[in-house]
């Protein structure tokens, strides 16, 4: 079983930053491809950002390309997303997934360990 822990939401306004990070117990985390996905009210979960074991793959939707970097640090078992020039339109529970086959899927369904979620709210 892996645990995945997320912390860093909050509250900023329109153009500002946020970092999140998602812990990870387990010896397997260097194997596993991690993704973060977000869901706003009303709103299915929906992919943000996707990174495989090593970190040499990176996948983004459309709609954060260029603002927000995936990135992962196997030795401390954290996988973390910096937001850059947040809309109000990010605001939404952001979570962390982890896939134990180490793939990387823009639909929710086919990953294993999921995290409780963190809020993010941007203002305008």
């Known amino acids: 079983q892996v645990q995945l822990v997320e912390s860093g939401g909050g509250s900023v306004q329109a153009g500002g930053s946020l970092r999140l990070s998602c812990v990870a117990s387990?010896?397997?985390?260097?194997?596993?491809?991690m993704g973060w996905f977000r869901q706003a009210p009303g709103k299915e979960r929906e992919f943000v950002a996707g990174?495989?074991?090593?970190?040499?793959?990176?996948f983004y939707a459309n709609s954060v390309k260029g603002r927000f970097t995936i990135s992962r640090d196997n030795a401390v078992n954290t996988v973390y997303l910096h937001m850059n020039s947040l809309k109000p339109e990010d605001t939404a529970v952001y979570y962390c997934?982890?896939?134990?086959?180490?793939?990387?899927?823009?639909?929710?369904?086919?990953?294993?360990?999921w995290g409780q979620g963190t809020q993010v709210t941007v203002s305008s």
């Open positions: 997934a982890a896939d134990s086959t180490g793939s990387i899927q823009r639909t929710s369904v086919t990953w294993d360990y």
């Open positions: 387990g010896r397997t985390f260097s194997r596993y491809g």
């Open positions: 990174i495989n074991y090593s970190s040499y793959y990176t």
